[in-house]
């Protein structure tokens, strides 16, 4: 059994080793208003930086659970090593939870053993994953919560909960999806959406960060609107087990 099999505890499938190894790339998450680095996400890649797909596409139902387990894992310790010392926000996979309070213990060892402060973590469940059941994700991020961790909706606009998922719960961010940000700068009707979502999650006091920002027009267009958190190729790529440099424009 590896090593990240043997920090899961309880259920089998989460101790189902994987049968290869991974690692993490990093990409920034900055803040244009005071040009400051509010996080870095840690998105996962194979041993030798092979990209994401590569790794998904080896994955098993049997595997999926000890995956979503050992990217957490991996993520914090990483994070802990490289001297991460802004937010960290790690993507995970609702229906690789069994119970919530038993799932998370894998991520509540790793930061005790690293000493990596467990409310500087964010969870990331992405609105473009089919979820089961609402009521499930709710559950989980309800429970998060109470642990202390920040939560986050990712690539919303794109997926299948939308705006009914924020009338029952409402979590600390929402990611804008790339799609709606992609050429905002000349689609008005883009900027006409991202301002009605902007409305409704400033009312409940959710932070707003834009994904996928790639030209100096797009940061112009979202901070015009009033967005200033962003994440993007404009800032830096990935870096594969780094903390990349941002490269302001």
Known sequence: MDEASKAFGGCAGCREPLGFDISMAFQPIVDIGDRSIIAYEALVRGAAGEPAGTVFSRLTDETLYGFDQACRIKAVEMAATLGL???LNINFMPNAVYEPRHCIQSTLAASRRTGFPLQRIVFEVSES???TRQDR???????YREFGFRTAIDDFGAGFAGLS???NF????????????RGID???TRR????????????????????????????KALADLGVTQMQGYLFARPGFQTLPAVDWP
């Open 85 to 87: 010392d802004s937010f």
């Open 129 to 131: 994953e089919r979820i």
């Open 137 to 143: 994700l709710i559950e989980i991020l309800r429970e």
């Open 165 to 167: 998922l924020l009338a």
């Open 170 to 181: 409402q979590p600390d961010i929402v990611k804008i999806d790339m799609e709606l940000v």
């Open 186 to 188: 000349a689609d008005l």
């Open 192 to 219: 006409t959406i991202l301002k009605g979502i902007l409305d409704i999650c400033g009312s409940m006091d959710i932070k707003i960060i834009a994904e996928g920002v790639e030209t100096a027009d797009e940061m």
